[in-house]
């Protein structure tokens, strides 16, 4: 079983920053594979970024590339999402989710891949 809990979410003016970070407490394995999703008022939950076990390995979705950047540190089993250059139409829940195993390229964007979940934190981007 594994625990995901977010932090970080708050209010930011159009351009500004925020970094998201996901806490995990496992057991065994240490493996998975992480990501974030969001989701605003409305709309179905879509995937923003992904990062392998290992991090050598990221994903993001085509509205946040250039703008969001996903690391891990495995140490401390945390796991960052830096979001720079928002824009109001980033307001969302934002989630963390995570599968483990083997990062699996055709398959990181979906929902439906991972096993566990975290609450969600809110990013409101004001114009």
């Known amino acids: 079983q594994v625990q995901l809990v977010e932090s970080g979410g708050g209010l930011v003016q159009a351009g500004g920053s925020l970094r998201l970070s996901c806490a995990a407490s496992a057991r065994t394995p240490d493996i998975y594979v992480m990501g974030w999703f969001r989701q605003a008022p409305g709309k179905e939950r879509e995937f923003a970024a992904a990062?392998?076990?290992?991090?050598?390995?990221?994903n993001y979705a085509d509205s946040v590339k250039g703008r969001y950047t996903i690391s891990r540190d495995n140490a401390k089993k945390l796991v960052y999402l830096q979001m720079n250059s928002l824009k109001p139409e980033d307001t969302a829940v934002y989630y963390c989710?995570?599968?483990?195993?083997?990062?699996?390229?055709?398959?990181?964007?979906?929902?439906?891949?991972?096993?566990?979940w975290g609450q969600g934190t809110q990013v409101t981007v004001s114009a």
């Open positions: 989710a995570a599968r483990p195993g083997a990062y699996t390229s055709a398959r990181v964007q979906s929902t439906t891949w991972y096993n566990y």
């Open positions: 990062i392998s076990w290992s991090g050598s390995i990221t």
